[in-house]
């Protein structure tokens, strides 16, 4: 069952301390996923999803943000990407904060073990 929004960790995004130029590490439809700097919150490295704003963030982005942060922390298992924390203020950067895991993503590691190339 997924956490409720009022018990998510909030983070604030100008805390987060990124290499320059920012480590891109994907990009998807509705974010941008970067790698902070080495100890860059709170001590760890972070992986930091960003929400594409393109002049203004709908609702429904900020909703599905949400609830995937939701999910996120009600999951607890070894082979999860950690949780740590989001950001869903329009008046900051809507950021989603997970534990940095490396090797790349994991349809980069499931081409590699069936030795496809990606297009």
């Not at 130029?21 to 790698?35: H, N, Q, S």
């Not at 709908?58 to 943000?65: E, R, V, Y």
Request: proline fraction near 5%.
């Amino acid at each position: 069952m997924p956490v409720p929004s009022s018990a998510l960790a909030i983070i604030r995004p100008l805390e987060i301390r990124y290499d320059s130029p920012k480590k891109l590490l994907g990009e998807g439809a509705f974010g941008i996923v970067y790698r902070s700097a080495e100890r860059g919150w709170q001590g760890s490295t972070v992986a930091v999803k960003v929400l594409k704003t393109g002049g203004g963030v709908p609702q429904a982005a900020l909703d599905d943000m949400r609830r995937e942060a939701e999910v996120l922390a009600s999951l607890r298992h070894e082979n999860v990407v950690g949780f740590r924390g989001v950001c869903l203020d329009t008046e900051q950067e809507p950021t989603l904060v997970t534990e940095f895991v490396a090797g790349g993503s994991l349809a980069d590691a499931l081409f590699r073990v069936r030795g496809v190339t990606r297009c």
